[in-house]
């Protein structure tokens, strides 16, 4: 099993500019998430999913959009691009939602 | 709105000795995971802890759950540089919402 994989690793943009930040999964896990990693803030919750064709809003929902169409894939949408979206990008999964999450290895954006 | 709290923030400690982070939360739950995050790196599962009175241990690592306290505590015995890291703990609401976590306790082990 690959576990959870995200893609890209890095990825630099400029301010307006959109970007999809992909996320899969071959653990057949229900639920899956995305967060954000600030220095000092933690991991904050974006958005969520608890199976195909549902999307939740987290913490910090505003600028990113989600959907999921299969079991295995949760992309991240940035609409368009701030430097206040700069930060580490995290995508976890787990069987249902109170389950432990496996983690991705994550995304760095920098938005310029 | 569940809350979770750790403390320290900021833990510096000689190598050899013992301590204790806290791990705090606000409501009712009964499941609480721990995680430890390495400098730039992604986010691994240390232990799960899923019933009051729960404890596991790793090596150097100790966890336990109190749920009428609401606390957690991961106690380090002789710490060793290897464990410098930091380390999350996440708390399931007991209703239908995701984990939330804390802001992470950031230890450095020094010689």
């Known amino acids: 099993n690959a576990g959870v994989t995200q893609t890209p690793k890095f990825q630099v943009l400029k301010t307006g500019q959109s970007m999809t930040l992909q996320c899969a999964q071959d653990?057949?896990?229900?639920?899956m998430s995305w967060y954000r990693q600030d220095p000092g803030m933690g991991l904050r919750l974006i958005h969520y999913?608890?199976?195909?064709?549902?999307?939740d809003q987290g913490e910090v929902p505003n600028g990113y959009n989600v959907s999921r169409s299969t079991t295995e894939d949760f992309p991240l949408r940035l609409l368009s691009a701030a430097p206040s979206q700069t930060s580490v990008y995290f995508c976890?999964?787990?069987?249902?939602?109170?389950?432990?999450?496996?983690f991705g290895p994550g995304t760095r954006l920098t938005v310029l | 709105e569940l809350k979770v709290e750790q403390n320290p923030l900021f833990l510096s400690m000689q190598e050899g000795k013992n301590y204790t982070i806290y791990c705090n939360y606000s409501?009712?739950?009964?499941?609480l995971y721990w995680y430890r995050q390495d400098p730039g790196k992604s986010l691994e599962s240390l232990f799960v802890?899923?019933?009051?009175?729960a404890v596991k241990q790793e090596g150097r690592l100790m966890a336990s759950l109190d749920t009428k306290a609401r606390l957690s505590t991961l106690h380090i015995t002789a710490a060793v540089h290897d464990l410098s890291a930091t380390y999350f703990c996440?708390?399931?609401?007991?209703?239908?919402?995701?984990?939330?976590f804390g802001k992470g306790t950031r230890l450095s082990v020094i010689a």
């Open positions: 976890a999964s787990s069987y249902r939602f109170y389950n432990e999450q496996f």
């Open positions: 653990m057949n896990h229900e639920y």
């Open positions: 999913s608890v199976g195909a064709g549902i999307t």
């Open positions: 409501t009712t739950s009964d499941r």
């Open positions: 802890l899923l019933s009051n009175g």
């Open positions: 996440a708390v399931v609401d007991s209703g239908n919402t995701p984990l939330v």
